[in-house]
């Protein structure tokens, strides 16, 4: 007769089968209180929820990827990336409030009224004209967030 593995804890770290990534995600999820599930599916509450990206990789340089693309919500959130020296435009207009938050790099942002330029951990709120697009002024590449409100 085939042995049976013990019951999965998130308590009990010798009972979790195989080393690595299970017993890392049942040892979180014991820590935050909630069931592995609940971890994984990002449904806790249905007070948020949650976005999950597998990898930022297929971000490819020059591209503006949603993170969070519900109008219903009344916000938007976009990770703007930039190769050296390239510009990225807005792929659409939008009328309403504006923020950009630079994550990586030097970026410049182009306005209807001004071009600002702001470092990483620097933010830009737009409320009377739209962002027209972004130019990465840096040695390097650069990435921001566009996140609107509706």
Known sequence: MPRRR???????????????????????????????????SGEVTPDYRIDRRRS???????????????AEAGMRAYLVSMPRSATVEAPFTHKGTEFVGVVSGLVQVLLGSGRPVL????????TRRGIDAWRNVGESDAQCLWVLRD
């Open 6 to 40: 013990p019951a999965l804890s998130p308590d009990d770290g010798r009972s979790s089968p195989g080393p690595g990534p299970l017993r890392h995600a049942l040892a979180t999820a014991g820590r935050l209180n909630i069931t592995l599930d609940e971890l994984l």
């Open 56 to 70: 930022l990789s297929n971000a490819r340089a020059g591209s503006v990827l949603p993170l969070l693309d519900d």
């Open 119 to 126: 470092r990483r951990g620097e933010t830009l709120l737009a």
